[in-house]
């Protein structure tokens, strides 16, 4: 006899019952908002991709649909007793994806899966949770990716006595840990810059230190001119090679000098770009206004004078006209079949004037199919006339899209996926501009073997970030495979910052990171060498976000001359560590904690490498940690990073 049928019928039954029965209580049934994961929202009685919670062809009436990596964090209150569930990946998947379930309690892993790919059969857990306190349920992504990682914790259900379970939020101070820049003059931002021969040259020297400064240049090459009163550098020169530029900054209190590298060449972006953007803040809401603020707030807020450099309209600044909003209306094409710009966006000319008169540069949009994701107009066998309109109009960077490609051109291969960039790429050198090219198709057919091929400048290795960890830990934490294809003029993009106040057209709010995780996110992305866009709205930039964003010393780690990608010495499920070399021979470390509760975590100086001891410096705390002769150990905050340069002694 079959009990399946009858045992399902139960379930049923108890599914359409009140959620809590007597003294069990379904996680499903919990507020689950504080949940982090890679993809999507949690599914409640349903996977996360909003369908009935199917494992290996059996269907399960409640429990909780998620995604790698995910977290949800439990307080028992010290009464429950037991959590039991049916675990597995979800059959919408079509047998992709591969994942591991754990359970830990109190910082003690008290069960795991194993790994488990789509089609296998559920697997039941039963965990006694005696005085366990605290609960976490984690979903990792198997170590390959969290491509199709579709996580079930169907009938997930925990048995307790007195006072509810309840989800567990985590509520951590925002310690700021960077000192002020003193009031003497201080240079910061890249030490190298590119630029093509004959093109318009702008660069903004930035520098922090009490106002009103004076700005000096010995060995500028012909035809560039430096303004004194703002440090602003332009022209264009016809000398190419190396320029070994001397650039000195004064005030009343003292002054600074350093060497500016003026490279007069083929190669653009010899550092990451760092900027802003406007999409993760007004996404298809944006205007001229948000635009021109945000410049003047880049400015206001000091960031420049961290190198802080470009502005970048991402889509809806194009036409649409199948969009009830008549702002978005207008003729797409002149006569000349160049693209003409949204009523929102009247004089595109103007606006970039403004944001050169501030030192900064200016970023644009578009697709290489007919329309943007936003389904606005976009190049598709316009890519001349485009290339034209964008360097006409004054702007210096282009992020190029996939979206809508593979609907009008089919294929398959690596001369597909280059096919539109090379396209485009040939058509913005051809320009007397200057135009940064930033390929946006998702990493795609290993795109970092091939997009410097394409005169691409930067390449997304992956979808879309958002601001919780489960998202960044699947994007950041799985990048490391990309070191080799970074350097000067090429970089891997894992996508924007997801700090300050963030919301995508509506809704801003706080950035959902909490800051240990907002440190290291920004740790992460200086080691991986990666443009540091920000997604934020720059008028609501609070102590904590502006101190984040304006740490030279870890800055200088993402504007490293030598542009290195970093390296992951170490991959634990709960710690990894990264070192990048440095142009000066020093090594940057990043000791990462990816646990739920503070851990040690160490490295030996024999397994980087290293002989003797080593001087170490924090970075962010900007203070020397003294002469260490084996290695270093430190105490790192749940889901927080200790980030530090070392240097061998010079006895």
């Known amino acids: 006899m079959s009990y399946a049928k009858p045992l399902l019928a ?13 003294d069990e209580l379904r996680v499903s049934a919990m507020d689950l908002s504080s949940i982090t994961q890679g993809w999507g929202d949690p599914g409640i009685n349903t996977s996360v991709g909003k369908k009935p919670l199917t494992i290996a062809g059996t269907t399960f009436p409640f429990g909780v649909g998620t995604h790698a990596v995910s977290t949800l964090n ?4 010290g009464g429950a007793s037991r959590f039991t569930s049916q675990v597995g990946v979800d059959d919408e998947t079509d047998g992709q994806g591969s994942i ?14 194993g790994l488990m790919k789509g089609k296998e059969k559920a697997k039941p857990v039963d965990v006694d949770l005696t005085g366990v306190r605290k609960l976490t349920m984690l979903v990792t992504d198997g170590g390959d990716g969290v491509i199709a990682d579709h996580a079930d914790w169907a009938m997930a259900a925990i048995r307790y006595s007195g006072a509810k379970p309840e989800p567990l939020v985590i509520d951590e101070p925002a310690v700021i840990l960077t000192p002020k820049a003193p009031p003497q003059p201080r240079i910061n931002g890249a030490k190298v810059v590119g630029v093509r021969p004959g093109n318009p040259f702008l660069f903004a020297i930035p520098a922090t230190g009490t106002r009103p400064m004076t700005y000096h240049a010995t060995g500028l090459p012909t035809g560039l001119i430096l303004d004194s009163a703002t440090g602003i550098i332009t022209g264009s020169t016809a000398a190419t090679g190396r320029h070994d530029v001397t650039v000195t900054v004064s005030n009343s209190l003292g002054m600074a000098s350093r060497t500016l590298r003026i490279m007069v060449g083929d190669m653009l972006a010899l550092t990451p770009p760092m900027g802003w953007n406007s999409w993760n803040c007004f996404a298809n809401t944006v205007t001229e206004h948000h635009v021109l603020d945000a410049a003047d707030d880049l400015v206001k807020s000091g960031l420049r004078d961290h190198g802080w450099t470009y502005i970048n309209i991402d889509d809806c600044w194009m036409p649409k006209n199948s969009d009830p909003d008549a702002t978005m209306h207008g003729p797409e094409r002149d006569a000349a079949g160049k693209i003409n710009s949204n009523p929102r966006f009247p004089d595109m000319k103007r606006m970039t004037d403004h944001i050169h008169a501030l030192g900064l540069k200016a970023g ?3 697709s290489p199919g007919p329309t943007t994701c936003g389904e606005c107009v976009a190049s598709y066998k316009h890519e001349k006339q485009d290339a034209e309109r964008w360097a006409e109009w004054g702007f210096d960077y ?3 899209d996939w979206c809508s490609y593979s609907q009008v051109e089919k294929g398959s291969g690596r001369d597909y996926f280059k096919k539109p960039y090379a396209l485009m790429g040939g058509m913005l050198k051809a320009q007397k ?18 997009g410097a091929s394409v005169n691409g400048n930067s ?8 601001d919780n960890w489960g998202k960044l830990l699947s994007i950041g934490f799985n990048q490391a495979e990309f070191a080799q294809f970074t350097g000067p003029g090429h970089w891997n993009d894992p996508d924007m910052l997801v700090v300050g106040w963030v919301g995508w057209g509506s809704n801003l709010h706080p950035t959902h990171l909490t800051p240990n995780e907002q440190y290291s996110h920004v740790s992460l992305w200086c080691l991986l060498s990666a443009p540091l866009l920000l997604g934020c709205d720059l008028a609501k930039l609070d102590d904590f976000t502006l101190n984040l964003l304006t740490n030279d010393e870890v800055l200088a780690v993402n504007q490293d001359p030598l542009g290195h990608g970093a390296h992951r010495v170490l991959k634990r499920a709960d710690q990894e560590i990264y070192t990048k070399l440095l142009e000066d021979g020093s090594l940057a470390i990043g000791l990462f904690n990816l646990y739920e509760d503070e851990e040690t975590v160490s490295i030996h100086w024999s397994d980087l490498g290293l002989t003797g001891s080593q001087q170490v410096r924090d970075l962010w705390r900007q203070h020397d940690l003294g002469l260490l002769p084996d290695g270093l150990s430190a105490r790192v905050p749940r889901h927080g990073c200790v980030l530090v340069t070392v ?5």
């Open 364 to 366: 644009i949009y578009s």
């Open 433 to 450: 501009r200057d135009i940064v090219f930033s390929l946006c198709q998702y990493g795609m057919e290993n795109v970092g073997e091939w």
């Open 10 to 22: 139960i379930l049923f039954a108890l599914a359409s019952s009140d959620a809590l029965l007597g």
């Open 459 to 466: 390449w997304r290795t992956t979808l879309d970030i958002y």
């Open 74 to 77: 439990l307080d028992l209150k």
């Open 100 to 113: 591991e379930f754990k359970l830990i309690g109190d910082s003690r892993e008290l069960w795991t899966s």
């Open 647 to 651: 240097t061998p002694s010079r006895k």
């Open 398 to 400: 282009l992020k190029y």
